[in-house]
């Protein structure tokens, strides 16, 4: 079982290779519950590779990451509890197009946690209103806008009760007036006290939001700060750097 | 409010009348007008031969002599009434024969049931094949309730070629998506090892497989592993099925995007969860027009087990005409045969054509 002391994640000098590339550098990072981390940086930096490290979508080579007090190692079982309590909010939604709304978020509660459907359905509605979408509930996803798409995700991931969710560029492949309506729940779930880690360029979320933001370079963690500090008094060059380019407009 | 009045108000120009239209479309310069023309004569006239033998000029009366028939300028249908239950039945035995078209409807029944999207669950869809087939044997091979038996050896026509035809899908569908996924398989000693099988079987003729699994085949395996000649020469056909069916699934696999995967993984589903709700239903969409078109060529193919000694559809036909007075009338039997496998067949791209729409909607 996961231990519900632990800190939500703990990642010791984690490395990751793809081939020769040394993509993930001593990577060092804790996250307590409830604390809400964002990350970004510039594009290729490895901030999507290291959260998709944190439920396995991608294999680290060495160095430890724990879960909820669970290793992620060898162990498939370790690997399945830890996808159990970890949601991941994709940057292309990736809904199951060939199920409505719905189906697409009673289906893993229904196939890995065993909850009867009217339940799953009850929780299902119970979190499309969160999102402010349940009357789309028998739609399929082709019929939705990229913002109601990603809100659907969202709630997808909710209804498996997660106790950490991650996002990985949420916002990044929707059309600008829709980025808010995503951000606007991002943010409700942060004040329920989701423990939340975000890679994201959106610098106001992030101000708002954050206990902590962290800017990787390169594949590694170049600086860590609280979002005053981190905005308004970079220490690293490469930071001033970057944040000169994403503010600079 | 008229459709002009409409179109006035949104200011739309009114659709051209069916005159207008074809006059844009057919005839708008002189050349186009002549090939127009000179192909709808044409048309008229293939239109107006075939009418002309198969209807206006043909002979009708079924009790009708061959030298009555022959007479005639037109088709003798005469030998469709008097022959018809050999090309349907081939060596089946007349007062059996009810038995064959009963098993004929099972299949026909079978297959229908299956294709209705309410029968799509494991359970339904296993209890229809068990159920049908279970039938369709009892009904052909007999040997209870005091049904004679009748040996495989004398099975033939319709009846044959549907259930060589459907028995080989049952069979080679399934095992086409396990080839599908073992071809994936992260270890390359499964995926480059099902990938040369694969292609070993898809460069051998249909023919050569259908002969070593009828001839060849009993010479290796020992006695109680070889089924009777007509299942070995089933399993050979699914084999072939197999093959190029596992290559267009995996091809529809392909179009499944990643993310899809990742999704799934994220929510905890998994390898069965993920593959048997997420890539499969998506695979098989992005597979059907393919699917269907191997379908229908499997139908026809099945006219091959004539070489290895099968008295399908065709064959029986070949037998119906080839004895006796009726040796000139093969046009007529020959244009009866292609009318039902054009049935079947047409059915068959109906009913994918149908499946594509339904897809468009998202609802598969």
Redesign the interface.
Known sequence: MTNPAARAVTIEGMNKFYGGFHALKDINLTVDPGEKVVVCGPSGSGKSTMIRCI???EEHNSGLIEVLGTPLNDDVGNI?EI??E???V?Q?F?????MTVLENCV??PM??RKTPRAQAEAAAMKYLEKVRIPEQAQK????LSGGQQQRV?IA??LC?GPKIM?FDEPTSALDPEMISEVLDVMVSLASDGMTMICVTHEMGFARRVADRVIFMDRGEIVETADPETFFTAPKNERTQQFLAQVTGH | MSDVARHAVSGQPAPPGIGERLRKDYFRSPQQALISILGLGFFAWILWTVANWAIFSAVFDGDASPEECRAASGACWTVIAQRWRIILFGLYPFEEQWRSALACVTVVAMVVLSCLPSSWTGKRLAAIWLIGTALFYVLMKGGLLGMPLIGEERWGGLALTLFIFVTTCLIGFPLSIVLALLRRSELPVISKGIGLFIDAVRSLPLLSILFAFAVVVPFMLPQWLQAGKLYRVIFGAALFFAAYQAEIIRGGMQGV?T??S?????????YW?RTS??LL??AM?NALPATINQFVISFKETSLVIVVGFFEILASGNAAYGTGDWTFAYREVYAFIALIYFVFVFSLSRYGAYLERRMA????
């Not at chain 1, 990736?94 to 060939?98: D, E, G, Q, Y």
């Not at chain 1, 399929?140 to 019929?143: A, L, N, R, V």
Request: hydrophobic residues 40%.
């Open positions: 439920n396995r979508l399945d996808r159990r970890v949601g991941m994709f292309h990736n809904l199951f197009p060939h289906l893993a196939l890995v399929y996803p082709g019929q995700a997808r991931s498996m991650l | 995007a993310g899809q990742e999704a799934a993984k994220s929510l905890g589903l998994g969860q709700r997420i239903p998506q969409r909607v998202g609802e598969l």
